[in-house]
């Protein structure tokens, strides 16, 4: 199995998935991109292949002509010089993240303070997107969660009852779960809440018969990942147009 290839996949098929629920997802024969009014996510662009110069210079048409922002995202896989063509063409990058993978070989010790249950109707919805904004400080539409819950496992994480935090899982390969949007509403941090949520999404995996689980770390979330066994593979990177 191609880990690597599988972790994009995973991440490109979430934004396609929440893309064509919301009736906001496009795709030409080079890249796709999602285009969605009133939201931060999933509006971006990522290429299919190798990006060229023609299919870049039709992708910044694209970009310029949106009324939302849209960034694009790429990966140094295969393509390790991707960010000297986009900031050629006038792009700058916005952030970078880490695609970590691990091999599930078993459950994971975890403490039982924190219970999680998954969205399953509009109240989860509001209030998971209420969480997600609250720890990650950008919006993802309650309505987008609402319409997509069927096809993404939304998940909240309480202690005692009170909200803490927010985590996706997504597989539509049994083989292979992405883990997504794990995040703690500032007032919870330093709790080791974080933890203790990946172990239990972990263990789902495993009970579910995943046989990897992937992921995209930030720079701070990256030690807590590596604590548990992912490892990274890859860079991924985000970038804008420059006005």
């Not at 009014?37 to 048409?61: M, V, Y």
């Not at 916005?94 to 599930?104: D, N, R």
């Not at 990274?232 to 420059?242: D, L, P, R, S, W």
């Amino acid at each position: 199995m191609n880990v690597v290839k599988e972790n994009i996949e995973n991440l490109t098929r979430l934004w396609q998935t929440v893309g064509e629920r919301a009736h906001a997802y496009y795709s030409e024969s080079n890249f796709s991109y999602c285009k969605i009014d009133g939201a931060e996510w999933p509006n971006r662009l990522w290429f299919h292949n190798e990006i060229n110069k023609t299919s870049l210079e039709l992708a910044k048409e694209i970009i310029a002509a949106s009324p939302v922002h849209l960034k694009v995202s790429c990966w140094d896989v295969p393509q390790n010089n991707v960010g000297r063509l986009l900031e050629d063409a006038g792009f700058t990058k916005a952030s970078e993240q880490f695609g970590m993978s691990l091999k599930l070989n078993g459950p994971f010790e975890s403490a039982s303070r924190i219970g999680i249950h998954r969205v399953e109707n509009k109240a989860g919805a509001i209030l998971w997107a209420e969480l997600f904004q609250k720890a990650f400080n950008y919006q993802i539409s309650p309505t987008l969660v609402e319409v997509s819950f069927h096809n993404i496992g939304y998940f909240i994480a309480s202690h005692n009852g009170q909200p803490v935090g927010t985590c996706i899982l997504y597989s539509p390969k049994s083989e292979v779960v992405g883990v997504h949007s794990l995040g703690i509403t500032p007032e919870m941090r330093r709790k080791g809440y974080a933890e203790e949520i990946m172990k239990q999404m972990l263990n789902q995996s495993v009970e579910d018969g995943s046989a990897y689980a992937v992921l995209q770390a930030s720079e701070m979330a990256k030690p807590m990942y590596e604590k548990l066994g992912f490892s990274k593979q890859f860079m991924m990177y985000n970038y804008q147009i420059n006005n």
